[in-house]
């Protein structure tokens, strides 16, 4: 099981998009409370019914404020997300090339050392011969 914790970036992305369908809704059953006209029955029903679509309307404001916050929250921490998973994704694609080029450079350091160790047999063995055939 991995540490940590995964977000699901595109179900926060939904549910605020359900909150706001929800304010949608609330505000149309506002609307159709306010529309209502003639007589709802006895009493004072319809001054009622006035009450609570101006109390939800009012209510609607601070409600949409909110999830308009919480949209950009979200939003936020997805732009987090991805900036973290970028990052990790950066830092691995260095760390893997950084790997490459030490290898490639070990490589080349056991290659120029041999032709050096190669080069020095032949300087020695050259100046051997020079020795032998009366040459200083």
Excluded: C, F, H
């Excluded at 919480?70 to 260095?94: F, H, K, P, S």
């Excluded at 030490?102 to 190669?118: E, I, Y």
């Amino acid at each position: 099981m991995a540490s940590g914790y995964t977000v699901n970036t595109t179900s926060l992305a939904i549910r605020v998009g359900e909150l706001k369908a929800l304010a949608g809704e609330v505000e149309a059953a506002a609307g159709a409370l306010q529309g209502v006209s003639g007589d709802l029955g006895p009493g004072d029903i319809a001054a009622a019914a006035q009450e609570v679509a101006d109390q939800w309307r009012d209510d609607l404001g601070a409600m949409r404020d909110k999830i308009d916050k919480i949209a950009d929250n979200v939003r936020g921490a997805v732009d987090n997300y991805e900036l973290v998973e970028q990052g990790g994704a950066d830092r691995m694609r260095y760390a893997v090339d950084q790997a490459v080029a030490d290898q490639q450079l070990d490589a080349l350091r056991v290659a120029a050392a041999t032709q050096q160790a190669r080069l020095d047999q032949l300087l020695a063995d050259t100046a051997k011969s020079q020795r032998a055939g009366g040459r200083p």
